[in-house]
T-cell receptor
């Protein structure tokens, strides 16, 4: 049981390049999330999914796209990377537990855009 | 969304009890209070969740007064390994409505 895994762990992009971050979970969770965390800041929700085939915008969705073709995977895409997207990206998953959902986080992907 | 206010940082010595208070004046009736812990270079980890009064688990206790406008995370006998950022979240329904603030950075020293 690996929990939530993220690929890659580190990546350096040049401005304008594209890339896809992969998140995988083996807990059969319905909900999955992508966050970004900037230095000294909390986490900000980019996009989330409440089930296979669904996606929705979070707090800071601009410049990102997502897809949830399989229940266990949630992909985050950057079509044209910008220096402002330099950040640490965390993926999380959850299943309904009470009124709020306990989220399980991956180890993060550190992305630098030059 | 319920806005939360926490101290930016706290310092403690190893072996002491640490209490981190979170203010959430506009908490809604069906909101729960959840605390997460984040170590450097790791994702946050769920610590404890509560609705009212007191909740205790193997890691921490959560105290919530009757008016629920604040809550206190209590860490008994902290060790160096408790050095982390602690986030207080308030919300209900879908987790997409939960907001991670800047958290409280706890530094534990000998």
């Amino acid at each position: 049981n690996a929990g939530v895994t993220q690929t890659p762990k580190f990546r350096v992009l040049k401005t304008g390049q594209s890339m896809t971050l992969l998140c995988a979970q083996d807990m059969n969770h319905e909900y999955m999330y992508w966050y970004r965390q900037d230095p000294g800041m909390g986490l900000r929700l980019i996009h989330y999914s409440v089930g296979e085939g669904t996606t929705a915008k979070g707090e800071v969705p601009d410049g990102y796209n997502v897809s949830r073709l399989k229940k266990q995977n949630f992909l985050l895409g950057l079509e044209s990377a910008a220096p402002s997207q330099t950040s640490v990206y965390f993926c999380a998953s959850s299943d309904k537990t009470g009124a709020t959902y306990e989220q399980y986080f991956g180890p993060g992907t550190r992305l630098t855009v030059t | 969304l319920a806005k939360t206010t926490q101290p930016i940082s706290m310092d403690s010595y190893e072996g002491q009890e640490v209490n981190i208070t979170c203010s959430h004046n506009n908490i809604a009736t069906n909101d729960y209070i959840t605390w997460y812990q984040q170590f450097p270079s790791q994702g946050p980890r769920f610590i404890i969740q509560g609705y009212k009064t007191k909740v205790t688990n193997e890691v921490a206790s959560l105290f919530i007064p009757a008016d629920r406008k604040s809550s206190t995370l209590s860490l008994p006998r902290v060790s160096l390994s408790d050095t982390a950022v602690y986030y207080c979240l308030v919300g209900a329904g879908t987790a997409s409505k939960l907001t991670f603030g800047t958290g409280t950075r706890l530094q534990v020293t000998l």
